[in-house]
């Protein structure tokens, strides 16, 4: 089995804040993949990043940094200097080898508010 | 342009009544899947296909069906025997393989009175 837990439920900060989003994941696959998506209020989700169990590099693009830690099982998601554009649901999703039928298993989901 | 197109973006039924969501993809994508989202929570996978003529049954598959008859095309019927239909839905694509990140639609928001 699978699990994916988000304990931030909520994220309130002012423009220009740091703001740390935290992923937990178990498994007992020694193969998967970590995903983080974006719903903004329009609904739809988007896609930001993918990272396999075997690299534990540390991934930065533009205001989004990604903190990938096998020892804590932890894939967190930093955004740097926050924008009101940032404003959206945050989900963490896991995708297992072994489970064989490629189920994304999602977080709660962490809803970040940037206040101008 | 590519991408998965879910139509209409808002419905509202009548309660005892069956209703279909549509989803069309023009990624060339093998696997396509259904989700829930209720207010405040995650999201849960009702039915997913990795081929056509083929698909599985998620974590909350009763109420619901589907197809596959078409690369393309992953239709959701949520029937009346769905208890608690009111729900954005949401379809999503991807190639087949766990590496592979899944692509969404821009979702259905369900209202059954």
């Known amino acids: 089995a699978q699990k994916v837990t988000q304990a931030q439920t909520e994220i309130s900060v002012v423009e220009k804040e740091d703001v740390t989003l935290d992923c937990v994941y178990e498994?007992?696959?020694?193969?998967?993949?970590l995903f983080w998506y974006k719903q903004p209020p329009s609904g739809e989700l988007v896609f930001l990043i993918r990272?396999?169990?075997?690299?534990?590099q540390n991934e930065i693009s533009g205001r989004y940094s990604w903190n990938f830690q096998k020892s804590t099982s932890s894939f967190n998601f930093t955004i740097t200097a926050s924008q009101v554009v940032d404003s959206a649901v945050y989900f963490c999703?896991?995708?297992?080898?072994?489970?064989?039928?490629?189920?994304?298993?999602f977080g709660a989901g962490t809803t970040v508010t940037v206040r101008a | 342009d590519g991408g998965i197109t879910q139509s209409p973006k808002y419905l509202f039924r009548k309660e005892g009544q069956n209703v279909t969501l549509s989803c069309e993809q023009n990624?060339?994508?093998?696997?396509m899947y259904w989700y829930r989202q209720d207010p405040g929570q995650g999201l849960r996978l009702i039915y997913y296909?990795?081929?056509?003529?083929?698909?599985q049954k998620g974590d909350i598959a009763e109420g619901y069906s589907v197809s596959r008859e078409k690369k393309e095309s992953f239709p959701l019927t949520v029937t009346s025997a769905q208890k608690n239909p009111t729900a954005f839905y949401l379809c999503?694509?991807?190639?087949?393989?766990?590496?592979?990140?899944?692509?969404f639609g821009p979702g259905t928001r369900l209202t059954v009175t």
């Open positions: 990272r396999n169990s075997f690299d534990e």
């Open positions: 296909s990795q081929i056509v003529n083929d698909f």
């Open positions: 990624l060339n994508h093998d696997a």
């Open positions: 498994t007992r696959d020694t193969t998967y993949y």
């Open positions: 999503a694509s991807s190639n087949r393989g766990s590496s592979y990140e899944q692509y």
């Open positions: 999703a896991l995708s297992a080898l072994g489970s064989n039928d490629y189920k994304l298993s």
